[in-house]
């Protein structure tokens, strides 16, 4: 029984897909199977009883020695890794298009003999194809690698060449730019300028005038007198608009920040359109909220002119119904009050589309030639600039035959902290 299998051990050896030989100490060789036998041509006859290394291919024949040895010293297994086109021992091929040589992947195992190292198997696998496939693979890889890299080469080309135009086209945009400031600060120049100007020369026409009005005139020349001073009356108003919204455009508008008094700013900005308002048969009001101080910092001037062209137009836009103003403290610290105007009316509102442009020169609602209301579309103009200038924001809500309402917020320093 024992001796079948060691028969059969045999015959499966002989007939392995692989090489298989035994290689004795003295490292010659004493089993050679089918395998290397016919892959060799060379028949057991020839090759038992002579070295191994006979048969390894010249330039790794003392590496091979070394690694057989150190097997037997060590009984360690082993493996002769070859790198591309190296073998061990050279057998033609016609398997691959790349090599004539078969590519071979070599395992030397140490074999024991009661206890003691007596032989080594060494196993010869054919691996050509899969070298031939990975060594197809590194090329294919290396082509990408190519490729990649000219695309990369390109890209950063292109990039490079489009940084540049973005560098060019900011400085080009940064001088029009430039060039566009200075000239809007020409214009607004200019404006200041002008409309100062010829306010001297319509004063001293308003002035003569005034005097010929007090002279002995018929009744058609007293007509005349009048429409001089209304028309008169009209270009100074237009001009001092003008010099206002150039100078707050222009950024020349100072502000002169000093102790006032809410009540008094209410009174000298709401209550001058008590008359108007009373003829037209309008309610016109105003609340301010306890909480504010009595006393704050601020531009009285300029807030003047602000709410009294807010509530100017309310009175001039709106028929009947009432006209209210409100202040609320809406934020309150040690050093400041941020508060809340609002302006409502019930008037004739302002449609969504002009809402948009409104705080922006020259825009009416009635713009046509049949204009009914008076007015030069400069008002909300300079009112927006001048709330920006005292460092607050303001805004419009409102509905197309119901009224309007225009608010801004503002802080104000208390004066107590400024004094410190
Ligand atoms: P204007 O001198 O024409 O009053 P403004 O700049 O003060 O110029 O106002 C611009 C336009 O905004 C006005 O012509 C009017 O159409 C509209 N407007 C302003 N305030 C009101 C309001 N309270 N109600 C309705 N429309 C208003």
């Not at 302002?350 to 409104?358: A, D, F, H, L, P």
């Amino acid at each position: 029984m024992h001796q079948k299998i060691e028969r059969l051990i045999k015959e499966g050896i002989q007939n392995l897909d692989e090489g298989f030989c035994l290689v004795d100490k003295d490292l010659n060789l004493s089993f050679w199977n089918k395998w290397l036998e016919d892959k060799t041509g060379i028949s057991p006859g020839t090759v038992l009883g002579t070295p191994f290394i006979d048969l390894v291919r010249p330039g790794a024949k003392e590496y091979v020695t070394k690694r057989l040895q150190n097997a037997f010293r060590f009984g360690q297994k082993d493996h002769l890794s070859q790198s591309f086109n190296k073998y061990l021992i050279k057998i033609k091929t016609s398997k691959s298009k790349s090599f004539s040589v078969m590519q071979q992947k070599v395992f030397i195992t140490p074999l024991l003999v009661e206890g003691k190292i007596d032989a080594l198997a060494i196993v010869i696998q054919d691996v050509t194809i899969e070298t031939e496939r990975i060594q197809q693979l590194n090329i294919n890889r290396k082509d990408l690698e190519k490729i990649i890299d000219e695309r990369t080469k390109h890209l950063k080309t292109i990039m490079q060449s489009l940084e540049l135009k973005v560098e060019e086209r900011t400085e080009d945009l940064k001088k029009a730019k430039e060039v566009a400031e200075h000239a809007s600060q020409a214009k607004s120049n200019f404006l200041t300028m002008m409309s100062h100007e010829l306010r001297t020369p319509m004063n001293g026409v308003l002035g003569m005038a005034h005097l010929l009005k007090e002279s002995t005139l018929d009744e058609d020349q007293q007509k005349y007198c009048d429409t001089i001073l209304t028309s008169g009356n009209m270009l100074t108003q237009l001009l001092s608009d003008i010099l206002d919204l150039s100078k707050a455009e222009a950024k020349m508008q100072k502000t002169d920040i000093k102790a006032f008094s809410f009540e008094e700013l209410m009174v000298s900005s709401v209550d001058l359109f008590d008359g108007s308002a009373k003829s037209k048969g309008l309610d016109l009001s105003w609340t301010l909220d306890p909480k504010i101080e009595k006393t704050l910092l601020g531009d009285m001037t300029l807030l003047k002119r602000i709410i009294s062209n807010l509530v100017g137009n309310a009175v001039k836009f709106t028929h009947d119904g009432k006209i209210t103003i409100t202040v609320q403290l809406i934020e309150d610290t040690l050093e400041s009050q941020k508060t809340l105007f609002q302006i409502t009316d019930t008037g004739i509102g302002v449609s969504k589309e002009q809402q948009k442009e409104i705080f922006e020169p020259f825009i009416q609602a009635d713009s046509g030639s049949t204009r009914k209301y008076e007015g030069t579309g400069l008002g909300l103009a300079i009112v927006y600039e001048l709330v920006v200038l005292l460092g607050g924001t303001i805004d419009i809500s409102s509905e197309e035959g119901k009224g309007s309402c225009f608010t801004f917020t503002l802080t104000f320093e208390k004066p107590s902290t400024v004094a410190d």
